[in-house]
T-cell receptor, first 113, second 114 residues
Framework: KQEVTQIPAALSVPEGENLVLNCSFT??????LQWFRQDPGKGLTSLLL?????REQTSGRLNASLDKSSGRSTLYIAASQPGDSATYLC????????????FGKGITLSVRP | ETGVTQSPTHLIKTRGQQVTLRCSSQ?????VSWYQQALGQGPQFIFQ???????GRGNFPPRFSGLQFPNYSSELNVNALELDDSALYLC?????????????FGSGTRLTVV
């Protein structure tokens, strides 16, 4: 059974800091890994999608890496801003015809002005 | 391209009642899946529909049921509501090549059971 872990549950950093959010998963048989952002009480916004054959993806100040063999992914946020404050969720798509997303519990990030 | 639309945005129901939540999938997507997110938790997979048939189900009781329509929109029905059903319900659409394209989520329906 696939399990996704995100530690720590919460993180507070000063504005301008570069930071790394970690995600680990137990089963390396995945199609891809997606990082999502969730603002309080809202839906999920996809940030980055890394296919299983890729090592990293970049979008603006965000960079996500994937090491499938070790079951790890990181989301790097450069020059953090107060507007980056949100919960960041990592999810893997399991392989197979009935594939689905398995999520971690998320990391709640607070960027202090 | 239109995104995923969910309705209603908020709903309050009494224990024992039934509820129907609706989702319109993103243009070009033919698969819809539903997730339940309790407060402080990650979303949990309820079930998925492809070509109007259930195509995978998570660990949820039969009182959680769904439909997918020919235009790929979907409904989630919950019977005999319990207090623990209070959560954010998220709909996600995808295409069969979701290995390449991933999932797109709606804004969710906040269900409160009192």
């Amino acid at each position: 059974k696939q399990e996704v872990t995100q530690i720590p549950a919460a993180l507070s950093v000063p504005e301008g800091e570069n930071l790394v959010l970690n995600c680990s998963f137990t089963d390396s048989a995945i199609y891809n890994l997606q990082w999502f952002r969730q603002d309080p009480g809202k839906g999920l916004t996809s940030l980055l999608l890394i296919q299983s054959s890729q090592r990293e993806q970049t979008s603006g100040r965000l960079n996500a890496s994937l090491d499938k063999s070790s079951g790890r992914s990181t989301l790097y946020i450069a020059a953090s801003q107060p507007g980056d404050s949100a919960t960041y969720l990592c999810a893997v798509t399991t392989t197979g015809a009935n594939s689905k997303l398995t999520f971690g519990k998320g990391i709640t990030l607070s960027v202090r002005p | 391209e239109t995104g995923v639309t969910q309705s209603p945005t908020h709903l309050i129901k009494t224990r024992g009642q039934q509820v129907t939540l609706r989702c319109s999938s993103q243009s070009g997507h033919n698969t819809v899946s539903w997730y339940q997110q309790a407060l402080g938790q990650g979303p949990q997979f309820i079930f998925q529909y492809y070509r109007e048939e259930e195509n995978g189900r998570g660990n949820f009781p039969p009182r959680f049921s769904g439909l997918q329509f020919p235009n790929y929109s979907s409904e989630l029905n919950v019977n005999a509501l319990e207090l623990d059903d209070s959560a954010l319900y998220l709909c996600a659409s995808s295409s069969r090549d979701r290995a390449l394209r991933g999932y797109t989520f709606g804004s969710g329906t906040r269900l409160t059971v009192v």
